[in-house]
């Protein structure tokens, strides 16, 4: 399982980054999601998989061989919230970006840099 | 009292902002002299102890960081209070210039990755819309290039800390330092180091990672200008200190000598940038990633003496760097433009202005007493005891640049005459609320220069405590 998930990881960062470099923006938020996703995934992982058991949460669990390890769960949900923020945020730029010059392009504008 | 500090501010809106700021500057002033007189302030929130709960940490490096920038916050408040596109922006801006600084504290006082991530994250939102603040074309262009490198930063500092707690299965900064002072598999660490590293590269924008800078900075208004690059890119280097020293420290050899060819690259680069620019802003903006370059110079030297080096001229910086920046925005409220070939003639128009421009400029270039000379004094001597005479002397060549460029904006903006073809406009008179920001800074910056052997003093201890980690990791693990 974890291996199936490694390689997932592997095809969503490739997928987001062949995504970055287009010029669209719409396409480079999509590139964005994937990004995001893939490093929440690999963040899961960091600590191993432990299927059908619960976290320890009280802290006073002798044995730990039966829970997963909460952190990392708690981790990927702070993530995962920060990017759903990001993520709209970057729409509602893509909106204006959109009303103001009727384009999709970046590269449609005069550089900034040096006009 | 910390959390009191960085939670409450930003609810004040238009005029209070500045009551708000004036306290945040008291606060800080009485935390470095509570951290000089007792040593390191540490608590763990959330009810777990270390290394379970989130710890909070001030150790002398953070207490001067929160003092500096809450002085920057000060001046930037009152500045913006003639924020020129009129009222309606303002409680939007404070706003979010208030959770900016919130995110820039939080990140100066955490003692744990990934709490410093989400401060990392709080910080960069709130910069996302203040630099599209406004939606011009231009900002909405400037602001996707930002926003796209940054969150690429955020990303590779994520995976960093995902792949860093699989290894060491903690996330408390004082005990990764533990685990890792036992350990030595260098290899493997080094993996999440060079995504560390990546990520704050990014946001400190070092040598290969620093081209949103120039295309971001000049285009939202010159008040997010300044606060951006008096405090954000500080960010980054504060974080790079604190984890090359606290914890990724077994591989010295490796990370002084790439850290070395990025201070180099960073000081030239930006320099010579700097040098072809004929717009105030951008000349300013290639300046700060020159004057990053010393501050990695600082890191990388690694010895006491080359940190505390760095981390004055890191202060230094923010402070003479913001003040520029401020009084470009005044040549431009002026004058209407930022390009230098159409202002001019401000010597005799406003010569107070010339000598607030002066002095920042001066101690960026680094002319005696004022604070950037003895900052790159530091750095230069601690180069020459350590041995590393190459990168010495590419710092002192690169101070001969930042003075051309300086003296660039100082011969086209006061002392040429104001060509025929300006744009023509009303008068505009400098009031308090414009000149203040800049008296603030320029005096800060004087002081810093009268009293550097005290300034010295405090780098130095700050410098200490970061050689020795131990300090820091008794006083976070040991309650």
Sequence with gaps: MELLLAILVGILYTAGVYMLLRRSIVKFIIGIIFLSNATNLLVFLSAGLTAGSPAFLTGKETDISGYADPLPQALVLTAVVIGLGIVVYLLAVKYRFFSETGSDDLDQLKPTENE | ????????????????????????????????????????????????????????????????????????????????????????????????????????????????????????????????????????????????????????????????????????????????????????????????????????????????????????????????????????TKVGIYAMIRFFTLFFVQDPLFWNEQLFLIAGFTMVMGGMAASAQYETRKILSYHIISQIGYMVMGLAIFTPLGIAGGIFFTLHNMVAKTNTFLVSGLISRMQGTYELKQVGGLFKKSPVLAVLFMIPALALAGIPPLSGFFAKVILIKAGFENGNYVITIIAILTGLLTLYSMIKIWNEAFLK????????????????????????????????GVFASDVFDITMKAAEYLMNPQIYIESVMGK
């Design chain 2, 1 to 232: 009292m910390i959390l009191h500090l960085v939670i409450k501010n930003y609810r004040y809106i238009g005029i209070m902002a500045i009551s708000g700021s004036v306290l945040l500057l008291v606060t800080s002033i009485l935390i470095l002299i509570r951290v000089m007189k007792t040593g390191i302030i540490s608590t763990v929130v959330g009810g777990w102890d270390a290394p379970f709960g989130i710890s909070i940490v001030i150790d002398p490096l953070s207490a001067l960081f929160l003092l500096v920038s809450a002085i920057i916050v000060t001046a930037i408040s009152v500045y913006s209070l003639k924020f020129p596109e009129g009222k309606i922006y303002l409680p939007k801006f404070y706003f979010f210039f208030y959770t900016l600084i919130l995110g820039v504290n939080g990140a100066f006082i955490t003692g744990d990755i990934f709490n410093l991530y989400v401060w990392f994250e709080v910080m960069l939102l709130s910069s996302f819309v203040l630099i599209t603040l406004g939606f011009s074309k231009e900002q909405l262009k400037g602001g996707i290039k930002y926003m796209a490198l940054n969150l690429i930063g955020s990303l590779f500092f994520l995976a960093g800390i995902g792949l860093f707690y699989g290894k060491t299965g903690t996330l408390n900064m004082a005990h990764l330092g533990e685990i890792l002072m036992r350990d030595d598999q260098s290899i493997l660490v080094n993996s999440s180091a060079m995504l560390f590293f990546l990520a704050f590269g990014i946001k400190a924008a070092v040598f290969p990672l620093y081209f949103w800078l120039p295309a971001s900075y000049h285009t939202p208004d010159i008040t997010v200008t300044s606060l951006f690059a008096g405090i954000l």
């Design chain 2, 417 to 448: 005459q104001q060509p025929e073809e300006a744009v023509k406009r009303e008068k505009y008179t400098l009031r308090f609320a414009d000149l203040f920001p800049s008296v603030l800074l320029a005096a800060v910056t004087v002081m810093m």
